[in-house]
């Protein structure tokens, strides 16, 4: 449950990776992804010990939100756009 709702977070951030790829943002994609992995392996080794295969799959999660939270803020700064959806969305 853990692994699936980090999964529905990075689906519903949209092709974020992609996008930042497409738009020569390679390096700044990069850079991110560096600090994810960074971020990751200190939850492991934090989480791992403490809660086993939880805290892996929560570090999983923490990481694709960070990752997701920091690439859709970078997009929606340079580039002024949005690659998320939001469904149930109510007009006035």
Do not use: D
Not at 23 to 46: D, F, P
């Amino acid at each position: 449950m853990i692994l699936a709702t980090g999964f529905y977070l990075n689906i519903a951030a949209g092709p974020v990776g992609h996008f930042l790829n497409m738009t020569e943002s390679q390096k700044a994609y990069r850079n991110i992804t560096l600090l994810i992995v960074i971020i990751g392996i200190g939850l492991n080794y934090i989480l791992i010990p403490r809660l086993g295969i939880e805290g892996a799959a929560i570090s999983n999660l923490i990481s694709l939100m960070i990752w997701n939270g920091i690439c859709l803020t970078y997009i929606r700064k340079k580039y002024n756009t949005k690659t998320y959806y939001i469904p149930f969305r109510f007009h006035k």
